[in-house]
């Protein structure tokens, strides 16, 4: 026998009884952003290396350990991307779409990280992500939390906290930097590898440690908030007033700079207690320098990104995740002259009510058999067609989930009986 062939490390399958979970996020992630006026974009998962490196940051541990890059046979230097903006940024610029100034657009899809992998991080992950470009006040980064508040909220999420925090204008966050510079520089002795590196390049990410032997001076850090320009501080506060008046709870955690160079301003991050130390859900913030540094016109923009393992993990663990594809109707055939009747009246049903689930017994089997198949499907009813049934031309009907008698219907009547059981109307499956 052949060596089983082992998938990748970091790398997941969806399974079919998983599938209905991501597929009841992805429908709720399309009503949203409808609701707000959202469109749809759909970009490649492979850029050029530079696209990444020049937007994200040398000093990124996305840049330095974590991107999976290749040479192609053109000589091409390849990168699978590890997140959605910068691509998004670079595909509104090629393709002209800034010339209207304004635009709204989401996408979802599949990111590439080479992370150690652990529950609810993976090396192939998929994300859903909101941008917005030529909108320079304080109301498109309240709609963007305002969005993903009503999306977690849809999908019936708890146990979540909004943190927020301004990372000001580049200005404003050199004379904090050079602050902070001198702060780290102090405690040099006591900062790790990673943090020593920081210090040079951008000190700022020693205050995205996650290294506990590093809280401590961490926690002692200079503020960045102290160091506001006045037009920065009065756009956090306005986003603050806009969160207060929408009645969504927020907390200002000073040390929230996020992982990505590119951020202005406004940072968020909603964050969960219910899933160990991977504990964001979605995050995004500011990036009003990123057209401009990626060639194109200076634009103002925002964007947050969700995890959608994550999400689907919280909808298990709060018990919102055991939700599956399950067929309405369950065909069984117990007789030598049933298989192609029934596949007609089967398909019969499909043309009557388009949306309602079918499912028709493949393989033979016992009359017994049959049935405990029909109930393991999830079937609310299960349509009996024996030989005896052909040849009168009816159909038996089967309540599965409840104790009611069966009853037997003429087989050319049998899709306005089962709309009647089944509650269907205007030709959809309810």
């Known amino acids: 026998m052949a060596k089983i062939i082992e998938p990748l490390r970091g790398v997941h399958d969806v399974l079919p009884a998983q599938a209905a979970a991501w597929q009841h996020l992805e429908r709720i992630t399309r009503e949203v952003f409808s609701g707000y006026g959202y469109e749809e974009f759909r970009v490649p998962i492979i850029e050029q290396t530079q696209l990444f490196k020049r937007s994200i940051g040398d ?4 840049v330095e350990k974590e991107m999976f890059s290749f040479v192609d046979q053109g000589d091409d230097h390849i990168t699978l991307r590890p997140e959605a903006t910068a691509g998004i940024v670079r595909a509104v610029i090629s393709n ?11 996408c979802m899809g599949p990111m590439f990280r080479r992370e150690r992998p652990q529950a609810g991080r993976y090396r192939q992950f998929h994300q859903i992500d909101a941008e917005a470009f030529g909108f320079a006040g304080p109301d498109i980064d309240a709609e963007m939390i305002l969005l993903s508040a009503r999306l977690l909220r849809r999908l019936g999420l708890g146990r979540l906290k ?9 200005a404003s966050r050199a004379a904090y930097r050079e602050r902070l510079t001198t702060y780290f520089g102090a405690h040099e002795a006591a900062l790790d590898e990673d943090s020593k590196r920081r210090l040079v390049g951008n000190p ?14 961490v926690a002692g850090a200079p503020l960045l908030l102290d160091f506001l320009d006045p037009e920065s501080k009065a756009h956090f506060d306005a986003l603050c007033a806009h969160l207060k008046s929408a009645g969504i709870e927020y907390h200002v955690e000073p040390h929230l700079v996020r992982g990505l160079d590119y951020y202005t301003r406004t940072v968020f991050e909603w964050t969960t207690d219910a899933l160990g130390s991977q504990s964001t859900v979605c995050a995004g913030g500011r990036y009003d320098g990123l057209v401009e540094q990626l060639g194109g016109v200076s634009t103002p923009g925002i964007g947050w990104a969700m995890g959608q393992e994550r999400i689907v993990m919280l909808l ?16 069984v055939l117990a007789g030598e002259h049933t298989e ?10 499909r043309d009557a009510w388009p949306g309602l689930a079918v499912q028709i017994n493949l393989g033979g ?3 017994k058999t049959q049935f405990r198949r ?11 067609l024996g030989d005896d049934e052909v040849a009168r031309g009816v159909v038996s009907i089967k309540d599965l989930r409840r104790d009611v008698a069966q009853e037997e219907c003429a087989i050319d009547r049998i899709s306005e009986r089962l709309g009647v059981l089944l509650g269907l109307k205007g030709g959809v499956a309810e």
Not at 204 to 217: H, V
Not at 316 to 331: H, I, M, N
Request: overall charge positive; proline content about 5%.
């Open 316 to 331: 298990e663990k709060q018990g919102l995740g055991a939700l599956r594809d399950r067929p309405q109707v369950y065909v």
């Open 162 to 170: 909004l943190l927020v925090n301004s990372l000001g204008t580049p």
């Open 374 to 384: 029909a109930d393991k499907s999830g079937a609310l009813l299960a349509v009996v």
């Open 96 to 106: 002209g779409m800034l010339r209207e100034n304004r635009l709204r657009v989401w």
């Open 365 to 367: 089997g016992s009359f």
């Open 59 to 62: 000093f990124t541990d996305i």
């Open 204 to 217: 700022l990410r020693i205050l995205d440690s996650k290294n506990p032997d590093m809280q401590r001076i």
């Open 340 to 349: 192609i009747p029934g596949f007609q009246m089967a398909e019969r049903l």
